[in-house]
């Protein structure tokens, strides 16, 4: 079922807190804060700006949003009020009510656009064979909870049948798919990693660099689409995000083996 108004409502508004924590810290090894709040946190994706595609981070040729600047000015002029450091409770509060009346209209769009049993055909687990890597045989694997407010880890067989038959789609869509792979916080989550043989974990790449989409920022969204307070008291007390996001992979076959002989799928 869809997530609820008041989950992404506390989840917003919460994340946004956090995410001018961060991209202040960061300030202090000298990249602005508006570039880190824009780069290497999901706060304009909150905003009613976000038509879901361009991204100030990643801009076309010579597209801007001013709109977004505007509200990047004035949050420079709220930084400039306080003491360098983290951001205070206070500037946090600030930076919030700067951003909210783009943000509010933005909640219903965002709980409607939350995925649903219905448009997810393998459950847990999506892939889409125009993935850059789809030519080099790897079949890249998306993540989302159709499941709210359950985890979808509470029914683990159920997630291996899931994965066994989005990889048997993608293999009779081209058969020379050969391995499987993940970037995400949740690659290095064990829960996650049981679905997968051991080859899988080994592969782990070191964190990628901190940006602003899921494969990082997803571990703030907990099973209900509200805030996750543990990752979020984590991050704020040690500096770093409980689970980075890292790469892995490893062979189909050896997928279709693992989940057959530990959840004992058929393989068809």
């Not at 000015?73 to 500037?91: T, V």
């Not at 709980?111 to 993935?131: I, K, L, Q």
């Not at 989302?144 to 293999?171: K, Y």
Request: glycine share 4%; proline share 9%; aromatic share 12%.
């Amino acid at each position: 079922m869809p997530i609820t108004l008041a989950a992404r409502r506390s989840f917003v508004r919460q994340c946004t807190c956090l995410s001018v924590w961060v991209a202040r810290r960061l300030a202090q090894n000298g990249t602005p804060l508006r570039q880190n709040l824009t780069t290497r946190t999901n706060v304009y994706r909150f905003t009613d700006l976000w038509d879901g595609k361009n991204h100030p981070a990643e801009p076309h040729a010579n597209w801007q949003d001013t709109k977004w600047e505007a509200l990047l000015d004035e949050l420079d002029c709220i930084d400039a009020k306080y003491a360098s450091g983290d951001a205070s409770p206070e500037m946090e509060a600030e930076a919030l009510a700067l951003f909210w009346p783009r943000m509010e209209p933005a909640l219903p769009r965002d709980v409607a656009a939350w995925p649903t049993r219905e448009r997810m055909p393998f459950g847990f687990f999506n892939y889409n064979p125009s993935d850059e890597t789809w030519n080099d045989g790897r079949v890249v694997i998306h993540l989302t909870n159709p499941f709210a407010p359950a985890s979808p880890f509470d029914d683990l067989p159920q997630r291996a049948r899931e994965l066994a038959a989005l990889l048997h789609d993608a293999r009779q869509k081209s058969p020379t798919q050969h391995t499987v792979y993940l970037q995400s916080w949740l690659a290095g989550f064990p829960p996650l990693q049981s679905l997968f043989p051991k080859a899988f974990a080994q592969s782990a790449s070191a964190p990628t660099p901190l940006r602003y989409h899921l494969g990082w920022w997803g571990q703030l969204i907990d099973r209900t689409g509200d805030f996750h307070q543990r990752n979020a008291h984590h991050l704020r007390t040690t500096g770093q995000f409980r689970y980075p996001n890292i790469q892995c992979q490893c062979p189909i076959d050896a997928t279709f083996a693992h989940l057959q002989s530990r959840f004992g799928v058929a393989i068809m």
